[in-house]
């Protein structure tokens, strides 16, 4: 029986160089870095096949076995815990090959315990070994109203394989060439995030985000058996050089209509380089887009040659991708939407009112109403106003929000205009800048993702401060831009709840910290770098025009820091059985499923993905990475031809410095840099779920 009526309980509750090409950092770390949550770049390794076993007691064990306790905690960053029946897990591994994954099972539980109402999954342990932490492990079964179905973690594609002739995930100028690595090789980019499915016609297609600067986005047409086993057909890289590139795509969604919708995060500061009088005045981190336009750049460099063939104005904004019949892609560039850190921008159900996500420190929270369903060319944007209903310093807080407008409606057209031409807007035609120290009466006090500075608006720009300095202005006008690692979101349609992942509370999101000076200090909260997610709900407002404006905050799944197991501690600053930097979430309708992925650091040595029964909140762990990899891209599709699917982006596999103990060997793992490719594949195939 589906669950038609979810309930919210308790609701308080390596390739690391290329030229500076490629942007490692991942969705889940700031740019600039900041000094609490997130991963460190810089390591590289292999896979290898494990099975392990998972028990409901309560507790963790050394000995290549673990405890899968439903772990969650409800406003708070104390532990609570919801018993579970005992279960021995086995899981779907992944080696190092470019095919097709293998299967290693441990010892079947059979049916016993599992309600016959409902969807579980079975549970995938914690890794201990050497060999599990090498490992990609996903759940092996599935029970869905009490009947057993095999599933487990299925490559549709690794960065740098080829297919039909042309190599997936090389990143390419605005001509089209392959950019160059150190070598003289094509640079491949082990960095693929977000990856959808697009059924068009009889065919179906994969969009593949490269978060890399520059970035880029491949499509990869696919074929599907009569067990629903996908596999690609082809691949090529979507051009956009219409749009004047595309600067590092992190997640993405998939709209009511069908088409992709894309994102750039960490947009250059248009400030530094409206000040800027060489070269090195420039972000470093900026010169892989430069490349982009067929510019090489040292620091002996002219500061006019940057400035010629780039705009920091051209990037920063959601990127929607439609498929045409025969497997032709079209970009739009939605500028009306505004610019921020871009996780992701995702439509409600109407077709009109979308939500925009600002990852980094001191990020604000967005909503877009769109003129007409269906059309994200034209509306009007708003920033949330965190209004604290719960105590200072309480857990991960809860708020009512109120919306402030940013600016006149616009349309994408309006915008660009602004942005070509001789007469292109610049960050000083928008802003009068102030001594922050000694902020004049005329001048407005902001913190920011830019830190703390003394703004003033001049006359006539709200269009252009309002889709080009999005964030700062929202700040100007009153609105939060205080939240730290806001990430993805994802809606259950039968609640009318929203949830946002929280990589990590802190920073601006506490009181009074030095992210606030300047500011206005909106949200109070506990700290807590193991992170949240967080449920809004939302509801009719005839005054904006819309019924699924958000109404309220309130922290619904905390991670909990430490981990009280002392073989476990060493590696993982967060308890493995909760929560730890959640990233990407999505929904599976009408089962009361959340399903959270992380991008954790020191806070979990390896990435997991997590089942949510909302309802008995309850966790469940489903998938586990290598180490050093992101989980990216949990996406739900309840049937495409018959089968549902759970997609799941494996980025930058020993990518990142996850805490390495003494007994975790490292050596070997870097002797083939083939092991650190990325997987884009899923969870699945399930029976389709409508």
């Not at 579980?120 to 090498?134: A, D, G, N």
């Not at 956009?240 to 009511?256: E, K």
């Not at 000694?438 to 001049?458: K, R």
Request: charged share 20%; glycine share 12%; aromatic share 8%.
């Amino acid at each position: 029986m589906k669950r038609l009526e979810s309930q919210m309980v308790r609701r308080t509750g390596t390739v690391a160089g290329l030229l500076g090409l490629l942007a490692l950092a991942g969705c889940g770390d700031d740019q600039p870095a900041d000094d609490d949550a997130g991963s460190d770049t810089g390591s590289t390794g292999t896979g290898a096949t494990s099975s392990g076993s998972s028990t409901s007691s309560g507790s963790s064990t050394s000995s290549g076995s673990s405890t899968s306790t439903a772990t969650s905690t409800t406003g708070s960053s104390s532990s609570s815990t919801t018993s579970a029946s005992t279960s021995t897990s086995s899981s779907t591994t992944e080696t190092g090959d470019e095919t097709a994954t293998d299967t290693a099972t441990g010892e079947s539980s059979g049916t016993e315990g599992v309600p016959e109402e409902g969807l579980y999954f079975e549970p995938v342990s914690v890794p201990v070994t050497h060999e599990e932490k090498q490992t990609l492990r996903a759940s092996a079964r599935v029970w869905i109203d009490g009947e057993e179905h095999a599933i487990g973690y299925n490559t549709i594609l690794r960065s740098g394989q080829e297919v039909d002739g042309s190599t997936f995930a090389v990143l390419v100028d605005q001509e089209g060439a392959p950019l160059l690595a150190e070598d003289g090789s094509a640079a491949v980019a082990d960095s693929i995030d977000f990856a959808s499915l697009i059924p068009v016609g009889d065919a179906l297609y994969m969009v593949s985000h490269l978060e890399s600067t520059p970035g880029a986005m491949y499509l990869t047409e696919l074929s599907q058996d009569e067990n629903g086993q996908l596999s690609p057909v082809s691949t090529a890289p979507i051009d956009f050089s219409g749009v004047h590139g595309l600067w590092i795509p992190c997640a993405g969604s998939v709209t009511p209509w069908g088409t992709h919708l894309g994102s750039e995060e960490y947009p250059p500061d248009a400030r530094s380089y409206a000040e800027a009088e060489a070269v090195g005045d420039l972000p470093g981190g900026d010169r892989g887009m430069y490349r982009y336009y067929g510019l090489d750049i040292t620091e002996e460099s002219a500061l006019e040659d940057v400035l010629e063939v780039f705009n920091p104005y051209w990037v920063g904004f959601p990127v929607e991708v439609t498929i045409a019949e025969g497997g032709t892609p079209s970009v739009a560039k939605h500028y009306a939407m505004g610019r921020v850190a871009l996780e992701l921008a995702y439509v409600m159900p109407d077709r009109q009112t979308a939500y925009v996500t600002d990852d980094g420190t001191n990020g604000g929270f967005y909503m877009f109403i769109a003129d007409a369903a269906g059309d994200l060319s034209s509306g009007t944007l708003y920033a949330m106003r965190w209004e604290q209903t719960s105590a200072d310093g309480e857990g991960g807080g809860s708020a009512t929000a109120a919306w402030v407008q940013l600016g006149p409606a616009a349309t994408d057209a309006e915008v660009s205009a602004l942005l070509e031409g001789e007469d292109a807007v610049t960050f000083s035609d928008i802003f009068e800048v102030g001594d922050p120290e000694n902020c004049p009466e005329d001048f407005t006090s902001v913190n920011t993702t830019a830190g703390h500075e003394c703004l003033n608006l001049i006359d006539g720009m709200e269009l252009a401060a309002s889709r080009l300095e999005t964030r700062r202005y929202a700040a100007y006008l009153g609105a939060t831009t205080e939240f730290r690692k806001e990430e993805g979101m994802t809606f259950d349609p039968d609640a009318g709840v929203l949830y946002v992942a929280m990589s990590a509370i802190g920073n601006g999101m506490l009181d009074a910290s030095s992210n606030d000076t300047g500011g206005p200090n909106h949200i109070r909260v506990e700290e807590n770098l193991c992170g949240a997610v967080y449920a809004l709900t939302v509801g009719a407002d005839a005054t904006l025009g819309s019924d699924y404006v958000v109404q309220d905050w309130s922290a619904l799944v905390l991670g909990i820091p430490g981990e009280p197991d002392a073989t476990l501690a060493e590696a993982n600053d967060c308890s493995t059985e909760a929560i730890a930097n959640p990233d990407n979430v999505t929904f599976l309708e009408d089962w009361g499923i959340l399903v959270i992925g992380e991008d954790a650091g020191v806070e979990h040595q390896n990435d997991y993905i997590w089942s949510y029964d909302v309802a008995a909140d309850e966790l469940t762990r489903i998938e586990t990475t290598p180490y050093g990899a992101e989980t990216t891209s949990p996406y739900w599709y309840r049937n495409i031809n018959g089968f549902g699917y759970l997609m799941s982006v494996v980025q930058h596999p020993y990518g990142e410095s996850d805490k390495v103990t003494d007994a975790d060997d490292m050596s070997t793992l870097w002797e083939d840099p083939s092991n650190a490719r990325a997987y884009a594949g899923y969870v699945g195939p399930f029976p389709a779920l409508d």
